[in-house]
Every structure is written in structure tokens, then in C-alpha cells.
């Protein structure tokens, strides 16, 4: 089992930044790739980047050049700077943490609003 907790949400204006952080618990050493996702009301959970444990990436087109995404693996926790924040990025915020057994973990969600 594997635990994960989202921190680092909020209300920022358009052109701030934010800096998400989730911290893994449990079965850490399982841990291959971890992520982040984002659901706006009404919307379908959305892929926003992912960074595997040798640190490959992976972004969605529309966020690349405004989010980073970074992990420490002694610290079981991965980051996600975004920067140049737009109203549209407004949405709850979700890590994930995949085992190679193919079980997906997630977080309980981080509310991130930007104001216009």
C-alpha cells in the first residue's frame, strides 16, 4: 500500500506560481512513476505531467514551458512548479504513484484556483 498526501494549493492571480508538493508513505521502494493529473468542474481528469524513477518526463503539450515537474526519491515526494498560471489551470490537483504490480495510487486532491 502506498499513501500519498497533496499540499502546496491555493488562490493565486493569473501570472503566479504555485508549487505543488506530495509526499508517499508505505511501500515507497514499489514506487516507479508518479504524476499528477488535474479535474476542472465538469471536466474528465486530465494527465498534466509524469516523472518516472530515473526521471523521465512526460508533459502534457499544453503545459509544457509553464509546469515542471521534479522528484526526490529520497524524500518520496514529487513537485510540481507551474508557473505563468492562467484561470484556465484552475481544478483540483491529484498525485499518482504506480507500482509495477499496475495498481495506481492517488491522492485526495489539492484545489488550485488562479483568479482572473
Known amino acids: 500500500q502506498v499513501q500519498l498526501v497533496e499540499s502546496g494549493g491555493g488562490l493565486v492571480q493569473a501570472g503566479g506560481s504555485l508549487r505543488l508538493s506530495c509526499a508517499a508513505s508505505?511501500?515507497?521502494?514499489?514506487?516507479?512513476?508518479m504524476g499528477w493529473y488535474r479535474q476542472a468542474p465538469g471536466k474528465e481528469r486530465e494527465l498534466v505531467a509524469a516523472?518516472?524513477?530515473?526521471?523521465?518526463?512526460n508533459y502534457a503539450d499544453s503545459r509544457k514551458g509553464r509546469f515542471t515537474i521534479s522528484r526526490d526519491n529520497a524524500k518520496n515526494t514529487v513537485y510540481l512548479q507551474m508557473n505563468s498560471l492562467k484561470p484556465e489551470d484552475t481544478a483540483v490537483y491529484y498525485c499518482?504513484?504506480?507500482?509495477?504490480?499496475?495498481?495506481?495510487?492517488w491522492g485526495q486532491g489539492t484545489q488550485v484556483t488562479v483568479s482572473s
Open positions: 508505505g511501500d515507497t521502494i514499489c514506487i516507479s512513476t
Open positions: 516523472i518516472t524513477s530515473g526521471g523521465s518526463t
Open positions: 499518482h504513484a504506480d507500482v509495477p504490480s499496475g495498481v495506481r495510487y
